[in-house]
């Protein structure tokens, strides 16, 4: 065994910049789009313009005759096609919701392709329509699916530790509602499927992902299809935000339309469209209720979620994400969540960047100020006595073998100057705190493993093969210094391959925060080896045990004696040379020992200060500062940007982010009309990262890709909370809210409902006590 | 199809170089650019004037959504796209200040905000504040939260003289 470096490391924790950079700076980055296959045509999907409807007659005859149509497909040509299990990728004789896939054309190019949709006569049938989660829930209402009659889906229940014992232990329990909307992502890259299943033995799909394997496994299946007979091709990924995680039906559809014309068929979507192909969060009641001793002891903690599954329930996952949430802040004896979906005539549903704990967090965390407040301490002091520490393990069965929350919310009221400013603010002027914590590398299947592949050149360059995809937050180049750290180069002299389920080892791909935690071990694994490899000659010609040798810096010596080297290059071409002809390959793989959940779990803390403008109700985020326990800091830049990244999605959601809805139809389907921050309104970030060094991660890292949304959320709801003396009860928190909010605190009314249950004729649950 | 009947010949000149084309009149300068002329470096978002993902530069060096100009109405005009800013094999100052300051993530939106920070750079010899952020107003960046960007864009303001 070679010696691992000592520290301090030599590449890990410096400001990186990207080492794709220059492409993409340069213009020379291949998007989805810019692919080019030879004799490519172009799809269209026609969609149901009725929320509830039965489809009486499809004629596709007058499209089909339409010079330049190389293929029309419907229902017709593949009953049997499913998306999930119970619903066909392209309607039979019932529409669901506005938007619901029913026919597609391809055409040798994008003009015809729209003409021949207006050429499909589609005959429909109104049936009665419920597109909000009351309407659907009021006694009479017709039902959408035969399975549901009341229109309630996938429900889930679980109480953790014992609840009922930790409210008996309260001497008060506060209880709240709240409200989020449906919500869209606004990826920068629209969504685009690219097939190739001219040869029916091989269909090639080119596509935007956060991980091939579940494309290939969804495709195979669909298609009766061997997985190795379905190739997934990426290249550079315009962002993912939790958009890319599975395919969608457009990926199916390309599909069947590229064997019916025996030709590549690329589908694009439009701007408006994506508001529907995205599958975004949808409308969402919350009931919060928590317990607590007077002294500021947190003993049970319940959440009862309804969540809009629209006309389909494509992503069970949703019910259960917050559910795990609830036990990884604070140390509660019991927590309980309920969770059920009710479908509507909408568009069905996934998820918004924050993974559902983001949205649910700006209420969770004004319901835990609400319970400060009932008595009457710090919201920041009652956070602090109550937050988990190193070595806690929650009533889930999380263990947090590193912990750095009670430091990170330490640093952000003493930085913010919490002490001299919450309660002593001027008017209209609020300060908020949140909290958070996010599992890195949460596993949720056997197959939710990691492996990597690196090969050493004669000239000490080093190629990496890897599954992980990079969508904008910087993997592949961690990736590239976590190998560079092993073997003693530069991330510079790593060349990455990737983007080709033909050519890369597995990886389940960058969901649940993995990425540098378990694709970063498997490439550090990868990397020991063929350190191993290369040492073993090394030893020979530098006469000492193999064991003993350092690599770092492009050189190879023993650390006793570090005068006498090799470079990087010398060891890998005598390897190579040498008289076996040895060749260089290292293999490595991760899978979590842990059968399900998180080993790992990072923390934050940020304190934002806001002021409200009585007049209009405008919010202004004026500053954030932010403290995250990430573990070890691989890129110090590449993780600014991940917490910049959040702190703009965060207040994005929490004041702006609104898809209207009315009768099933989202009326600003635009990104002029569903408005997100612009430049001038991000406010400055103050950074600390608090370094746990974390026993499982590689060199100690966790994860930052979406921890720090989940408390930017809260953290600005909460300060829009202080700045006008109640909690808000729903997002986006707009001009017209806030107004609402000002003048209902001012006369002691509320002139918001807080009260979603109320009303309801089936009630969302009933809550213990 | 029906389009064909109506396509003209017209002259464009990107980067220096000059094209002859047969357009559409419903073609836009973005799917001339992407198309035919076969620059791919600009990137396409929503295509309906949102998001600035598709700006270039204009004769004068100011901004422009070629996802919003008809191609026909830029006849013999010339345009500089993300292509177009290195010179002698050298980056642009701000294509290097957006590597060095991570201005760049998944770099989709990146050709377009660069166009733009370089068409308010072209603008202004030494941009306020206010400048950068009305400059920037027009273009959607959801990775960076453009805060890097600003940062990329001062560095650039900073060093001239
Ligand atoms: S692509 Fe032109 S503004 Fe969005
Ligand atoms: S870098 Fe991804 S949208 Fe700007």
Redesign the interface.
């Known amino acids: 065994m070679a010696a691992k470096p000592e520290a301090p490391l030599s590449i890990i924790g410096r400001?990186q910049?990207?080492l794709?950079?220059?492409?993409?700076?340069?213009?020379?980055?291949?998007?989805t789009?810019?692919i080019r296959l030879p004799g490519m045509l172009h799809g269209k999907v026609l969609r149901s313009t009725q929320a509830h409807a039965r489809i009486l007659r499809i004629d596709t005859s007058r499209a089909e005759a339409?010079?330049?149509v190389k293929a029309v497909v419907t229902n017709r040509d593949a009953p049997t096609l499913m998306f999930s299990e119970h619903q066909p990728v392209l309607a039979a004789d019932r529409v669901r919701y506005i938007g619901e896939e029913i026919a597609a054309v391809a055409a040798i190019d994008l003009?015809?392709a729209e003409?021949a949709l207006d050429l499909i006569e589609v005959e429909y049938e109104s049936l009665p329509a419920v597109t909000t989660i009351r309407q659907a829930l009021k006694s009479g209402s017709a039902p959408m699916h035969e399975r549901a009659p009341d229109n309630i889906g996938p429900t889930m229940e679980k109480d953790w530790g014992d609840p009922d014992q930790g409210f008996a232990e309260s001497d008060l329990v506060i209880e709240d509602e709240f409200r989020t909307p449906m919500q869209h992502n606004?990826?920068?890259?629209?969504h685009v499927a690219l097939a190739d299943f001219s040869n029916p033995a091989k269909l090639h799909m080119y596509t935007p992902t956060q991980g091939a394997p579940l494309y290939q496994m969804e495709l195979a299946k669909a298609f009766c299809l061997a997985e190795s007979q379905v190739r997934i091709v990426y290249r550079?990924?315009?962002?993912a935000?939790t958009g890319r995680g599975r395919p969608k039906p457009h990926h199916f559809i390309a599909a069947l339309l590229s064997r019916k014309a025996g030709k590549p068929v690329k589908i694009k979507a439009?701007?408006d469209e994506e508001f529907i192909m995205f599958r975004a969060s949808g409308e969402t009641f919350y009931k919060f209720r928590t317990g607590v001793t007077r002294d500021g002891v947190i003993k049970a903690l319940e959440a009862d979620i309804t969540f809009d599954a629209g006309g389909h329930d494509e992503w069970a996952m949703i019910l259960w994400l917050p559910s795990v949430y609830l036990n990884w802040l604070y140390k509660p004896v019991g927590v309980r969540y309920r969770g059920r979906f009710v479908f509507t005539n909408t568009v069905p549903k996934g998820s918004h960047h924050g993974g559902i704990m983001g949205r649910m967090s700006a209420g969770w965390q004004q319901h835990i100020n609400h319970v400060a407040e009932a008595i009457g301490m710090d919201p920041a002091e009652l956070q602090l006595k109550n937050a988990v520490d190193p070595g806690y393990a929650s009533p889930d069965g999380s263990v947090f073998a590193s912990c750095g929350l009670q430091d990170c919310i330490r640093t952000v009221v003493e930085r913010s100057d919490w002490k001299n400013k919450y309660g002593k603010l001027p008017k209209y002027r609020g300060i908020g705190i949140g909290i958070g914590a996010q599992a890195s590398g949460s596993k949720g299947a056997d197959n939710d493993t990691s492996a990597a592949m690196v090969k050493v050149a004669d000239d000490g360059i080093v190629t990496l093969y890897t599954g992980i995809p990079d969508?904008?937050?910087?993997s592949h180049t961690v990736m590239c210094m976590i190998a560079a750290e092993v073997l003693g180069t530069q991330p510079e002299d790593i060349r990455v391959v990737q983007g080709d389920s033909d050519i890369t080892p597995f990886d389940w791909g960058a969901f649940s925060q993995r990425g540098t935690f378990t694709t970063g071990n498997a490439v550090k694994a990868a990397c020991e080896d063929a350190r191993d490899q290369l040492a073993a000659i090394a030893a020979a010609e530098l006469d000492t045990p193999a064991g003993e040798l350092v690599f770092r810096d492009g050189r190879v010596f023993a650390a006793a004696s570090p005068e006498q080297s090799l470079s990087f290059g010398e060891v890998a071409a005598k390897t190579l040379h040498s008289a076996e002809g040895r060749f260089v390959m290292g293999r490595g793989f991760f899978n979590s020992p842990k059968p399900f959940g998180a080993l790992a779990f990072s923390f934050g803390a940020q304190v934002a200060e806001v002021e409200v403008d009585p007049v209009t109700g405008a919010v202004a985020l004026l500053k954030v500062w932010a403290a995250h326990d990430i573990g070890r800091v691989i890129n110090q830049?590449?993780v600014?940007?991940q917490i910049?990244?959040q702190?703009?999605?965060g207040m994005s959601q929490v004041l702006y982010e609104e898809c209207r809805v009315e009768d099933g139809l989202i009326l600003n389907p635009?990104?002029?009309e569903y408005k997100?921050?612009?430049?001038?309104e991000?406010p400055d970030?103050d950074y600390t990262l608090i370094e746990t060094i974390d026993p499982y991660g590689p060199f100690g890292a966790k994860e930052v890709g979406e921890g720090p949304i989940v408390v930017s959320m809260s953290a600005v709801a909460a300060a829009v909370q202080n700045a006008v003396g109640a909690m808000v009860p729903e997002i986006p928190m707009t001009p017209w809210r806030v107004l609402r909010m000002l003048r209902g605190t001012a006369d002691g009314s509320t002139s918001v409902d807080k009260h979603w249950s109320e009303g309801l004729e089936a009630p969302l649950s009933d809550t213990k006590s | 199809m029906n389009t064909v009947a109506k396509r003209q010949v017209m002259s464009l000149t990107v980067n220096g170089d000059t094209y002859e084309v047969l357009v559409s009149p419903r073609q836009t300068l973005l799917d001339v650019i992407r198309g035919p002329i076969g620059l791919r470096g600009t990137k396409e978002g929503c295509a309906t004037g949102t998001c600035g993902v598709c700006t270039i530069n204009n004769e004068q060096g100011e901004a422009l959504l070629s996802c919003l100009t008809p191609a026909l109405e830029w006849d013999g005009k010339s345009v500089t796209t993300v292509e177009g800013l290195e010179a002698d094999g050298e980056l642009a100052p701000i294509q290097q200040a957006f590597v060095e300051f991570g201005a760049v993530q998944c770099g989709f939106c990146t050709p377009g905000v660069i166009m733009s920070a370089q068409g308010l750079l072209n603008s202004f010899h030494k941009p306020s504040e206010d400048d950068i952020n009305d400059g920037m107003a027009g273009v959607l960046c959801r990775c960076t939260g453009h805060i890097k960007v600003k940062d990329a864009i001062r560095d650039v303001v900073k060093k001239r003289a």
């Open positions: 400001r910049p990207r794709d950079g220059f492409e993409k700076v340069s213009g020379r980055s291949e998007f789009d810019d339409l010079p330049g003009l015809t003409e606004t990826l920068a890259e629209l550079n990924i315009g962002g935000f439009t701007a969508m904008g937050q910087g830049l590449a600014e940007g910049d990244g702190v703009f999605s635009s990104r002029l997100l921050p612009r430049a001038y991000l970030v």
